[in-house]
T-cell receptor, first 116, second 113 residues
């Protein structure tokens, strides 16, 4: 069964450094998403991406964040200058498209980011 | 704006006993409702979803949920749990034109032998 994959599984970085989290969505999916879960808190929506542009972003997704689909398979989340409060589990998800809200979002296993 | 409340952060249940995990939502528009499960060190997996139609929805692994519009609830149930059901369970809503899912805080289901 096709699945969403994410790399790396864990990343440790120093405050102020840039990080890139990578995701490979399911191949025939058209919508892509990033979510994050700070330890002990809710899973929070960051951004959705469709047709090579951001479809929607939350208040959390400020200028420090960017997303890109550099080729036909990868979907990346970049954090330009990490802060301590960026430490979280980051989940990538994808869905087929069409009636996006009704389509199941398939989640990857997550990347645990620790900012020191 | 939507919100999801999962009142129970942990639910301990004996093996083969029934379980209900509670979820209440708040929204001013029609919503779609989802339950996801997260096993240790894994991603979120869809258990079931309600889009429209029958209010009783059956999902994978013997789980079901009932949509109750008047009580704005979408409680998850299983008649007999197994050790393998130990996981974190998340209720989520989509709607109001938003792309992203709004999640509850999750309920940790602990199965006791």
């Amino acid at each position: 069964e096709p699945e969403v994959t994410q790399t790396p599984s864990h990343q440790v970085t120093q405050m102020g450094q840039e990080v890139i989290l990578r995701c490979v969505p399911i191949s025939n999916h058209l919508y892509f998403y990033w979510y994050r879960q700070i330890l002990g808190q809710k899973v929070e929506f960051l951004v959705s991406f469709y047709n090579n542009e951001i479809s929607e972003k939350s208040e959390i997704f400020d200028d420090q964040f960017s997303v890109e689909r550099p080729d036909g398979s990868n979907f990346t989340l970049k954090i330009r200058s990490t802060k301590l409060e960026d430490s979280a589990m980051y989940f990538c998800a994808s869905s087929k498209g069409g009636e996006a809200l009704q389509e199941t979002q398939y989640f990857g296993p997550g990347t645990r980011l620790l900012v020191l | 704006a939507q919100s999801v409340t999962q009142l129970d952060s942990q639910v301990p249940v004996f093996e083969e006993a029934p379980v209900e995990l509670r979820c209440n939502y708040s929204s001013s528009v029609s919503v779609y409702l989802f339950w996801y499960v997260q096993y240790p060190n894994q991603g979120l997996q869809l258990l079931l979803k309600y889009l429209s139609g029958s209010t009783l929805v059956k999902g994978i692994n013997g789980f079901e949920a009932e949509f109750n519009k008047s009580q704005t609830s979408f409680h998850l149930r299983k008649p007999s749990v197994h050790i393998s059901d130990t996981a974190e369970y998340f209720c989520a809503v989509a709607g109001g034109g938003a792309d992203g899912l709004t999640f509850g805080k999750g309920t940790h289901l602990i199965i006791q032998p």
